[in-house]
């Protein structure tokens, strides 16, 4: 259950912030936080992640769908294993997921606000779904690396006889 909590923590806040970014700025707004290296910026997009995949709502509808179900069936199938690290990273790349699917259901579009400079490069603007999402994929490659290192680990102590902690 705390693995879906996790879900629905990152999803209110991700939708939240959309919220007060909908609601108090005009799309363009720009509000420096950072001088112009970050800034909080209005901005709406009908693709995918970097812009990409623009005006295809029903696609990422489906697609959507998908990924939810695929998420929430693994999430159930890892979270009764010891491992801590996978289910809590499904549980944000769900969260995230859910914060831009809704955004897409309701609005044709995904709010994002979060820009960053570096430079004369600009960063595409994201959200704190985007962040989740990113986040979690980051922490399921490391769980992948660290459990391929845990089978190593256990097929050397099988093989040499010994018991682990060297």
Request: aromatic share 12%; hydrophobic share 50%.
């Amino acid at each position: 259950m705390v693995y879906y909590v996790i879900a629905l923590i990152a999803f209110i806040i991700d939708q939240g912030t959309k919220f007060l970014i909908a609601s108090r700025l005009e799309i363009g707004d720009k509000i420096p936080v950072i001088g112009d290296f970050f800034l909080i910026t209005s901005h709406r997009n009908k693709g995918a992640a970097f812009g990409i995949l623009q005006n295809q709502l029903w696609f990422f509808i489906i697609v959507t769908i998908a990924v939810v179900v695929g998420l929430v069936w693994y999430l159930q199938k890892v979270r009764k294993e010891e491992r801590k690290l996978l289910p809590t990273a499904l549980a944000l790349v769900l969260g995230g997921a859910l914060g831009n699917f809704i955004d897409r259901l309701l609005m044709g579009e995904v709010v994002d606000f979060l820009q960053f400079n570096f430079g004369s490069y600009t960063f595409p603007i994201f959200n704190v779904a985007d962040s989740c999402i990113v986040i979690g994929v980051g922490l399921i490659i490391l769980d992948t690396l660290l459990e391929g290192r845990r089978e190593q680990m256990k097929a050397h102590h099988e093989t040499t006889g010994t018991e682990g902690n060297e």
